[in-house]
């Protein structure tokens, strides 16, 4: 659940272009810098030339017991013929605490010119 869609990491590495993944990436569970991955959701999907939009969205609750700091975020996809996952973006955030039992709401529109 935690291998595709919107995913959060903490590290601050500045973003270049070749990067191809999230460096520190927060994975599913209750443990130390862990979070509870809800589903991904598919929103406000606007198909109107010339500019057409969706919106990506999740939530991700910390039940680890300590604060957790996010700095990093991405949007992961999987090829269609070959069930491969992979980074579409990768953006660095200022630090943002997700404090225990608290959730983070992550959500990426997507615009496409046609």
């Known amino acids: 659940i935690s291998t595709y869609?919107?995913?959060v990491?903490?590290?601050?590495t500045p973003v270049?272009?070749?990067d191809?993944?999230?460096?520190?990436q927060c994975t599913q569970g209750s443990g130390a810098n862990q979070f509870v991955h809800s589903a991904v959701t598919v929103n406000d999907v606007v198909t109107a030339a010339p500019r057409s939009s969706v919106r990506i969205d999740r939530m991700f609750t910390n039940s680890s017991?300590?604060?957790i700091t996010v700095k990093e975020i991405g949007l992961y996809g999987v090829t269609?013929?070959?069930g491969?996952?992979?980074c579409m973006c990768r953006d660095v955030i200022p630090d943002t605490v997700v404090a225990n039992a608290a959730s983070?709401?992550?959500?990426?529109?997507?615009?496409?010119?046609v």
Request: glycine share 8%; hydrophobic share 30%.
């Open 104 to 113: 983070l709401y992550v959500k990426y529109t997507i615009y496409v010119t």
């Open 84 to 86: 491969k996952y992979f």
């Open 9 to 12: 990491g903490r590290d601050n």
């Open 5 to 7: 869609g919107i995913v």
């Open 65 to 67: 017991g300590n604060p």
């Open 80 to 82: 269609y013929f070959y």
């Open 20 to 24: 191809y993944k999230i460096n520190t």
């Open 16 to 18: 270049v272009v070749t």
